[in-house]
């Protein structure tokens, strides 16, 4: 099956600091991939599609410059949480589209901003 | 408009008992909906999917109802198993080459053994 790894699993770190998550999509290629936010018991909120080769499109109220994403390769997306605040603590998701219309998640990143 | 409404919120049943999930939709251009689920710490996985030409669809465990003209759709999990206590996710997708999901708000499921 198709598989999407996420990197780091969690992630601590100090205010003001930048935070690279990484998605790979393992054995396929994903031309689009998206990344989500998780609050606790919450619902998955959209945050950003990314397109191989292209900028992202960022959902409305998702500030592009404070979530930068790259997608430089077929399977590989980086989300960069900069200048991080504790108020970006949050489960971070990403997933990749598969054939079709079928959406593989990674594990996820829980990040922690003290 | 883009909304997936999900309910119950949470529910507990019985091993061996049948847990069912609905979901409900407004926008018509949806055409896919997918079911997650997911365990604590970890991304959702996909369980099963259907589209608006099916009316059911099982896999293993797992059946989806879907009544178009009520634009309502629910899982259903046979003989569920305390391994089944997890949130689960609906989801809709509008397709169109955008493949951008809405989801539901989840239900947490426990099932007791």
């Known amino acids: 099956g198709a598989v999407v790894s996420q990197h780091p699993s969690r992630v601590i770190c100090k205010s003001g600091t930048s935070v690279k998550i990484e998605c790979r999509s393992l054995?396929?290629?994903?031309?689009?991939m998206f990344w989500y936010r998780q609050f606790p018991k919450q619902s998955l909120m959209l945050m950003a599609t990314?397109?191989?080769?292209?900028?992202?499109?960022?959902e409305q109220g998702v500030e592009k410059d404070k979530f930068l994403i790259n997608h430089a390769s077929l399977t590989l997306s980086t989300l960069t949480v900069t200048s991080a605040h504790p108020e970006d603590s949050s489960f971070y998701i990403c997933?990749?589209?598969?054939?079709?219309?079928?959406?593989?998640f990674g594990s996820g990143t829980q990040l922690s901003v003290l | 408009q883009q909304q997936v409404k999900q309910s119950p919120q949470s529910l507990i049943v019985q091993k061996g008992g049948i847990p069912i999930i609905n979901c409900a939709y407004e926008?018509?251009?949806?055409?896919?909906f997918p079911w997650y689920q997911q365990f604590p710490g970890k991304g959702p996985a996909l369980l099963i999917a259907i589209r608006p030409d099916v009316s059911e669809k099982k896999e293993g465990r797992f059946t989806i109802s879907f009544n178009k003209s009520a634009k309502q759709f629910s899982l259903h999990i046979m003989d569920s198993q305390p391994g089944d206590s997890a949130t689960y996710f609906c989801a809709a997708s509008e397709g169109g080459g955008t493949y951008k999901y809405i989801f539901g708000t989840g239900t947490r499921l426990k099932v007791l053994a």
């Open positions: 990314s397109n191989e080769g292209s900028k992202a499109t960022y």
């Open positions: 997933s990749a589209r598969g054939l079709g219309e079928k959406l593989f």
């Open positions: 054995d396929f290629q994903a031309t689009t």
């Open positions: 926008n018509t251009a949806f055409d896919y």
